[in-house]
């Protein structure tokens, strides 16, 4: 399976999950829905982040020269983002259909226009964010460990006695 298929099924089954989880939270506890809706948007936008900081990690790792080698991480969390955001909202309008699940009463135009668009966005922005935060950690652990490895002069004839 390619790598961006996974990434966009998991945070597009996630984005529905939190979906489906707020529309029966606004159901139950309708006064609770400013917050509820702030943690959701939270859990989705730190999973894009770790995965592309696990992401970031693992291709500084794999390539240490910034220069060449590296993987195109963009365009696969772009394809990732837009295969998950358009998956997601049409899930989300068919699963509207469904009784005792309010995820918005959206129609089939704006899930896959505007809240697409807010989707890719949820998971391309915080996964990019998270793959130059992996690369620059794992860069900062190479140049720590080269410095270390790095043993200072112990030629004593060159020092004034």
């Known amino acids: 399976m390619n790598a961006w298929v996974l990434r966009a099924v998991g945070l597009g089954v996630l984005t529905v999950v939190l979906r ?3 529309g029966f939270g606004m159901i139950y506890w309708p006064t609770q829905g400013a917050w509820m809706r702030l943690v959701c948007l939270i859990v989705l936008i730190a999973a894009g982040v770790a995965w592309g900081l696990a992401d970031g990690r693992g291709d500084r790792r794999a390539n240490p020269d910034p220069e060449r080698g590296r993987a195109d991480l963009t365009m696969r969390w772009l394809k990732a983002g837009v295969v998950g955001g358009l998956g997601s ?3 989300a309008w068919a699963l509207d259909y469904i009784p005792s699940f309010d995820l918005g009463d959206n129609g089939l135009g704006f899930e896959i226009t505007a809240g697409a668009a807010f989707i890719v ?3 391309f922005i ?3 964010v998270g793959v130059a935060l992996g690369r620059f950690l794992v860069t900062r652990e190479n140049n720590k460990a080269d410095k270390g490895s790095a043993q200072p002069s112990t030629d004593h004839a060159a020092s004034p006695a």
């Open 20 to 22: 489906t989880l707020l």
């Open 89 to 91: 909202g049409v899930v």
């Open 121 to 123: 966005l949820m998971i």
């Open 126 to 128: 915080p996964a990019m």
